[in-house]
T-cell receptor, first 111, second 112 residues
């Protein structure tokens, strides 16, 4: 089935550690996005990528890094510089018409 | 991008129509109106989009006012599974990455 897959679903991290969230899509979409969602809040854009080897900062990029070496993959690294990383992270992809498809999310908890 | 204003929450009786309003008074001529919804702890799901004309699909209807400054998403027969946060977004239709601004949306609760 075509779709967008995020892994893992739940992730625990110790303070001071970097952690990488996976996002893979087989929809042949050019654009991919990472959002963060805190309890009771809307989605805030972290990074987005228009094409391979290109990406742009969103509204809250500090403490995060991404790469786009392949069209299908857009991993997000939460670095130790992110002061409050506990959140629900959502990855999305889109082609035309801004009809974005979302993964099921990764819930990151810092312990 | 034009920003949107939605009520924070709404209730709807099961089986009745749910009408979710959205104001987008600064929308420009080439911006479309999109609706997504997010069921608790899942990724948002696309519902419908439109430019000027009213649109209908298997999930919902979208009514856009003639001046395009507001729109209403209609779920004709709400079920308990329609309980979710509904997001109204306005964006230019173009290929490539776009900053999809979701805001806080409307929390719809369908009551048995």
């Amino acid at each position: 089935d075509g779709g967008i897959t995020q892994s893992p679903k739940y992730l625990f991290r110790k303070e001071g550690q970097n952690v990488t969230l996976s996002c893979e899509q087989n929809l042949n979409h050019d654009a991919m996005y990472w959002y963060r969602q805190d309890p009771g809040q809307g989605l805030r854009l972290i990074y987005y990528s228009q094409i391979v080897n290109d990406f742009q900062k969103g509204d809250i990029a500090e403490g995060y890094s991404v790469s786009r070496e392949k069209k299908e993959s857009f991993p997000l690294t939460v670095t130790s510089a992110q002061k409050n990383p506990t959140a629900f992270y959502l990855c999305a992809s889109s082609y035309r018409e801004n009809k974005a498809f979302f993964g099921q999310g990764t819930r990151l908890t810092v312990v | 991008d034009a920003k949107t204003t939605q009520p924070t929450s709404m209730d709807c009786a099961e089986g009745r129509a749910a009408n979710l309003p959205c104001n987008h008074s600064t929308i420009s001529g080439n911006e479309y109106v999109y609706w997504y919804r997010q069921i608790h702890s899942q990724g948002p799901q696309y519902i419908i989009h439109g430019l000027k004309n009213n649109e209908t699909n298997e999930m919902a209807s979208l009514i856009i006012t003639e001046d395009r400054k507001s729109s209403t998403l209609i779920l004709p027969h709400a079920t308990l599974r329609d309980t979710a946060v509904y997001y109204c977004i306005v964006r230019v239709l173009q290929t490539g990455a776009n900053n999809l601004f979701f805001g806080t949306g409307t929390r719809l609760t369908v009551i048995p």
